[in-house]
């Protein structure tokens, strides 16, 4: 994309006469630019596409351990709750922290390692009160109103379908995923990592879609796994 230069500080100083002439030229310019912008197409898809993403995928498969700083964004039927999100897994262990901007503080969502008899997910609210469930979902339901697929985002956060075969993609002519729709969600990739940042190329923007409830993540840094569940975790700070 064209970057923008500004002429109008310049246009200021000219002589009288000039400046009308100028200023539309400064206008044509940033029509053209947007023109050019808007009217980029998207690369097509090729069988090296597919073949890249096959190569990618085993790539992806290898990644099960990583600490995520995130906002997003829940859309609930007429809802909007904005939350900061710090994910921390290894293998099949999480910790999940989360934070509205002006809530009432952190909710911990995580794996039940201590508690033997007890269902597998545990959600630690701020006053102190534990509660138990079977699933992250409906944990999260309860408490708050609203929820964000968990177990699939353990895969669709790398842009990798869950093992499950039944789903349905779109590819970007890079090799990694455009869409995909796999448990009634579809899973739309606005943007990725650089394949030369800290995340290597993996996904930086989504929004995902399932019935009334919508969410859109943006993943602020993505490190591999380097802490234990129980560090600190500072939020990133909302725009």
């Known amino acids: 994309m064209h970057k923008f230069v500004n002429f109008i500080p310049f246009i200021q100083f000219l ?3 000039r400046k009308p002439v100028l200023r539309f030229a400064a206008s044509l310019w940033v029509i053209m630019s947007l023109v050019a912008c808007s009217g980029l197409p998207d690369l097509p898809v090729t069988d090296e596409s597919y073949r890249i993403w096959a190569r990618y995928q085993e790539q992806l498969h290898e990644i099960n351990s990583w600490q995520i700083h995130a906002r997003a964004v ?41 508690f033997e008899g007890l ?18 979902e409906v944990l999260l339901t309860r408490v708050l109103g609203w929820s964000f697929p ?17 789903y349905s993609f779109e590819l970007q002519a890079d090799g990694r995923l455009k869409s995909l729709q796999q448990d009634d969600w579809v899973i739309n990739y606005l943007e990725y990592f650089t394949r030369d940042d800290a995340a290597q190329g993996l996904p930086r923007k989504m929004y995902l879609k399932h019935k009334n409830l919508a969410v859109k993540i943006v993943i602020e840094r993505w490190h591999q796994f380097e802490a234990t569940a129980n560090s600190p975790v500072l939020f990133p700070e909302f725009d």
């Not at 968990?150 to 039944?166: A, E, N, R």
């Open 74 to 114: 829940i859309f609930v039927g007429r809802g909007v709750y904005q939350v900061g999100i710090s994910w921390q897994r290894e293998i099949d262990q999480f910790v999940i922290l989360i934070e509205a901007p002006f809530g009432p503080g952190v909710f911990r969502l995580e794996t039940n390692q201590q």
């Open 119 to 136: 269902p597998p997910i545990k959600l630690s609210m701020p006053d102190g009160q534990v509660l138990f469930d079977e699933s992250a």
């Open 15 to 17: 002589p009288a006469g």
């Open 150 to 166: 968990v177990s699939g985002l353990k895969s669709w956060i790398k842009g990798l379908p869950l093992p499950d075969p039944d």
